[in-house]
């Protein structure tokens, strides 16, 4: 007998604290900004997406 599922919820939550107190200075320095770089790359990378879809539909 097949099985129907009528709802799915999905639950995420993010925290940026970091979970690990005994780490050091310089590793949570070399952590934070590398997590940095990467939120940049992202932002960089999604608002070259956006301007492309923008520019195909003023194409049209």
Do not use: F
């Amino acid at each position: 007998m097949p099985i129907e599922i009528r709802e799915l919820q999905i639950r995420i939550n993010v925290n940026e604290q970091n979970q690990n107190n005994t780490t050091s200075n310089t590793s949570t320095e070399r952590d934070s900004n590398s997590s940095r770089e990467k939120k940049d790359a992202l932002v960089a990378e999604c608002i070259e997406q956006t301007l492309r879809v923008i520019d195909e539909q003023q194409e049209r």
